[in-house]
């Protein structure tokens, strides 16, 4: 019996060590890295124009969801489908660059590419809607992106850094549960 203990015993340890190698090696490549420079987009998006409170100089105010509208039901907040752009655009600031290039898109009937500026790894489970009806702010996570001309990662959304949040924040239900964010 003692024997069939020390095996299981090793056995555990050999995977423990497999998988603490495998992290090592691979974890960076993984994870996103934080601080990296914004994605090139295909048309420069001015969030600050967009959600900027600013009315006095052009900014818009307008709330995130807005146009992440799958944020307050869905796991991702997702960008807008184009038709939605238009609906504005189809009138308003003809003369701009990036909106040319938008009305370029819409007009042949192809949807942008945006790059993804916040992605996780893959193992991840992460609901928008979750937080959203939680109460958390989008600034939270994404950084006062009102005030961004160009949108870029503020917030290094590794598991220290959401875990801390959850633990600071079990009144809104943050689980400190591991599967409650990995599949």
């Not at 160009?150 to 600071?168: D, I, S």
Request: net charge positive; glycine share 10%; proline share 7%.
């Amino acid at each position: 019996m003692k024997f069939f203990k020390v095996v299981a015993g090793l056995g555990i340890l050999a995977g423990g060590c497999v998988v603490a190698f495998f992290l090592l090696v691979y974890g960076p490549y993984m994870t996103p890295k934080f601080g990296n420079p914004a994605p090139v987009q295909p048309i420069n998006f001015p969030h600050d124009r967009h959600a900027g409170t600013d009315v006095a100089n052009g900014q818009l105010g307008l709330p995130c969801t807005a146009c992440h509208i799958f944020a307050e039901r869905s796991e991702q907040a997702g960008a807008p489908p184009l038709q939605f752009c238009m609906g504005c655009h189809l009138g308003i600031g003809l003369d701009k660059p990036g909106i040319q290039k938008l009305r370029e898109y819409y007009d042949k009937g192809e949807s942008v590419e945006w790059a993804r500026v916040h992605t996780l790894p893959y193992f991840i489970r992460f609901s928008h809607k979750r937080h959203v009806k939680a109460g958390f702010q989008c600034q939270e996570c994404h950084g006062a992106v009102e005030k961004m001309a160009v949108l870029t990662r503020e917030a290094p959304l590794q598991m220290g850094w959401c875990f801390n949040c959850h633990k600071l924040h079990e009144d809104k239900g943050g689980s400190q549960d591991c599967w409650t964010c990995h599949k």
